[in-house]
């Protein structure tokens, strides 16, 4: 069995925009968790939003002090007495962690609807998660690694499961004309498994200074690259409604999805979206905005809104979707760093420094 010290290094969110990188404890396991060794941890844009404020957590008084991250792959270091009495896991295993823990035992969980859970906790959202050399989880929240992905190829999968979800709320039809509104990680990954799922085109659309973003769309397989916004920009298009109406022949997209919370953007989904079409809303948008939805047409039009929210039974496709090469998470991280370097790190994604797409901290 491998040592396991009793401190480890950690970077503790106290408050806005103070983070500390310090000696902790390392967490003490419970029967039913599992203590992982932390090997890589994505930098989601939730993890900024609570870095400057701006959203608060899902601590008993929404605030810190926690170890933040949520995104990781780890190494099975010990093994509660439940795991192991039915040899689930074992010291060294590789695993991806599910951070989204619900409680498997209230009404909701019983109904399947474990995203909707309301007794559950999130790691690095509600308890400590893995920017720290190690994290606990509950062993119902660890999916086995594929032995031919890496852990940053794997850190990436919690995005991905929430995004598998999403596609599959399309229900996207072989030949379908999509669009995507957003060419952040999110929706990248939404272009690729969205062309893995037999979409015929795929419209990419970006906002301000997305054209890199949107080039990397071209490299992923995107058909048509569109910036609303840059009128400098090579991809601009003043009418997005009308360019959509001229790629299609006048029938409109067949399936639209939002990874931004922009109500801008979702009111532009219904809008370029056409009969018996169907709009996934995905990202989030702030608490108190709402969308305006042009009853009468789309009732004319036959349209299904849906959301989708969170990941539920979608790990395994997911990490099979990243083994088996139909959606490549390696290409979309552009920056690594140590775990000393996590402010920084943070800093940069949130100003878009070096045309980030992704950033990963690596052990």
Known sequence: ??????????????????????????????????????????????????????SPLETPNGKGPLVLGHEFTAEVVQVGAVPAKAKLF???DRVVVNPVQHCNACPICAKGQTNLCECKSVIGVSVNGGFAEYCASKYTGLVKLPDDVSFEEGALTEPLACVTYGIQNMQIQPGNFVVIMGPGAIGLMMLQLAKSSGAGKVALVGGPGDDYRLEAGKKFGADYLINVADKGSKYFVADLEAKIRELTGGFM????????????????ALAVSGRRSTVVYFGLPSDKAVIRVPALKSIFWDKTIRFSWLAPFTWPTAVNAVANKLVDTKSLIT???????????????????????????TA
């Open 1 to 54: 069995m491998a040592k396991i010290p009793k401190k480890m290094k950690a970077q503790v969110f106290y408050e806005k925009e103070k983070m500390k990188f310090e000696d902790i404890p390392v967490p003490q396991i419970s029967d039913d968790e599992v203590l992982v060794r932390v090997k890589a941890v994505g930098i989601c844009g939730s993890d900024v939003a609570y870095y400057y404020g701006n």
């Open 253 to 268: 997209a067949d399936r639209v999805i939002t990874p931004t919370g922009a109500v801008e953007a979702m009111e532009a």
């Open 335 to 361: 920056h690594r760093a140590p775990l000393a370097k996590l402010e920084e790190t943070i800093k940069a994604v949130a100003s878009r420094g070096g045309n980030v797409l992704k950033a990963v901290i």
């Open 90 to 92: 074992k010291e060294g």
